[in-house]
């Protein structure tokens, strides 16, 4: 398994709502992660993935919600979202995708 397979196995998807459009004012980027996956595991896959310097790794789990669908009840998956802050003049654009 190579390294680059690695990462895209801790970093999901770009998280691209209302909230992380502000963080990504103040340097900020805001990604979907494995949940088992840790701080040191989500900077090294950033910096090896986009090529920038991590500053902080903050992360946050999302509880899945009950809902309902045809009258069956579920529940969606809980999630961990990591907010990367960057070093000062590094920059990810989002929207080109992984």
């Given at each position: ?44 896959a950033v ?33 961990k979202k ?7 003049g590094n ?8």
């Amino acid at each position: 398994m190579s390294v680059k397979t690695e990462h895209y196995d801790v970093i999901r998807r770009p998280v691209i709502t209302e909230k992380a459009t502000l963080a990504s004012e103040s340097g900020a980027v805001v990604f979907e992660v494995a949940i088992d996956a840790n701080k040191p595991q989500i900077k090294e896959a950033v910096e090896g993935l986009f090529g920038v310097k991590v500053k902080a790794v903050n992360t946050t789990i999302t509880k899945g919600k009950q809902k309902r669908f045809r009258g069956v009840r579920g529940r969606r998956k809980d999630f961990k979202k990591a907010y990367v802050t960057l070093e000062e003049g590094n920059t990810i654009d989002v929207t080109t995708g992984l």
